[in-house]
């Protein structure tokens, strides 16, 4: 019970964060860890589309700048930054941890918040307007929170 009303907080937060973004015109997203898509699924089988195939990139490309490979963080804040080429129907990345979509990106940096001690493994993957249709165009790092 707990869980899901953390789980349901966290993504009245993230809601409420993107609203501002859109309303003040901020491209950048903080990832709050509750990042859902119209259905309410937040899992990764929601990352792909047609029968699980990725689409092609079609130009796009990601490319994590930070974290860096198996970088130690003492907090549970992650500085995100990354270089995206939209492509021709790119728009914003989603983020994964450990196969667990945490949130989405609109411009080329952000923060993952919230995140508690263990080992990571980030993935970014560039993801088309339609909030659905992921792209062959992703980038990993693995990382620690202390």
């Not at 728009?91 to 080992?119: D, R």
């Amino acid at each position: 019970m707990q869980q899901s009303s953390d789980r349901t907080l966290r993504a009245l937060i993230a809601g409420a964060i993107i609203m501002a973004n859109v309303f003040f015109g901020d491209d950048s997203v903080a990832a709050q860890s509750g990042h859902q898509h119209q259905d309410g699924r937040t899992n990764r089988s929601d990352r792909a589309s047609q029968g699980g195939k990725l689409l092609p990139a079609d130009g796009a490309s990601v490319k994590i700048l930070s974290p860096t490979k198996d970088q130690i963080f003492r907090k549970d804040q992650i500085p995100l930054e990354f270089k995206l080429v939209k492509g021709k129907r790119g728009h914003h990345v989603h983020a994964y941890m450990n196969g667990e979509l945490m949130g989405m990106f609109n411009s080329q940096t952000g923060t993952l918040t919230g995140i508690k001690p263990g080992k990571y493994i980030l993935e970014l993957r560039v993801v088309a307007e339609d909030h659905k249709s992921e792209l062959e165009a992703i980038d990993q790092v693995s990382f620690i929170v202390k």
